[in-house]
């Protein structure tokens, strides 16, 4: 039973678009969503979060959606750069400190 | 500015093998984690600690085993290699006292130990 999915394994854009990366989980009881980011032979690193409480949340050039009716998210990244190309993890946590990780979308951004 | 450190960044190993994945953390955060990645299966989960001698199962902790002796380090062993054990094993730290802007419970990794059992 996969809590988080990430139904995209992959996505192309052009520099400068809007890059759209969704996620969508099943419990209820997640209190954050988190994004990471993955570069090769790296290990993933974190990017932005949101509560569950929020359906908002703003970084620079980094947006992150929660719809939780919905228990789907995305990640917008305006405007799409050549070095955001990278994987992107969806996590999820509970109180109890735990993440649940999506299966990751690979992001090229072509020049 | 190494947080997480894992001691090795390749390993290859023969079937039956007995291994030891090292990781170190210097952000004196309470919790560890060892994650393993494959393709198409994200990160998965194998054994989590919040505290010195204490260790919990994961969602995948067949086959492994870990060790909390110090606060700083966790290692992941594998009793008996086998070739489906071949992967990208990740450890990670965190702490309640280190959260990110919105509150949550954010995980610093390491660069992660590829290992291949022949």
């Known amino acids: 039973d996969q809590q988080v999915k990430q139904n995209s394994p992959s996505l192309s854009v052009q520099e400068g678009r809007i890059s759209i990366l969704n996620c969508d989980y099943t419990n209820s009881m997640f209190d954050y969503f988190l994004w990471y980011k993955k570069y090769p032979a790296e290990g993933p690193t974190f990017l932005i979060s949101i509560s569950s409480i929020k359906d908002k949340n703003e970084d620079g050039r980094f947006t992150v959606f929660l719809n939780k009716s919905a228990k789907h998210l995305s990640l917008h990244i305006v405007p799409s750069q050549p070095g955001d190309s990278a994987v992107y993890f969806c996590a999820a946590t509970t109180n109890a400190g735990k993440s649940t990780f999506g299966d990751g979308t690979t992001l090229t951004v072509k020049p | 500015d190494v947080k997480v450190t894992q001691s090795s960044r390749y390993l290859v190993k023969r079937t039956g093998e007995k291994v030891f994945l090292e990781c170190v953390q210097d952000m004196d955060h309470e919790n560890m984690f060892w994650y393993r990645q494959d393709p198409g299966l994200g990160l998965r989960l194998i054994y989590f600690?919040?505290?010195?001698?204490?260790?919990e199962k994961g969602d995948i902790p067949e086959g492994y085993s870990v060790s909390r002796e110090k606060k700083e380090r966790f290692s992941l062993i594998l009793e008996s290699a086998s070739t489906n054990q071949t992967s990208m094993y990740l450890c990670?730290?965190?702490?309640?006292?280190?959260?990110?802007?919105?509150?949550?419970?954010?995980?610093?990794f390491g660069a992660g130990s590829r290992l291949t059992v022949l």
């Open positions: 990670a730290s965190s702490s309640p006292r280190d959260r990110g802007g919105s509150g949550a419970n954010v995980l610093t």
């Open positions: 600690s919040y505290d010195v001698k204490m260790k």
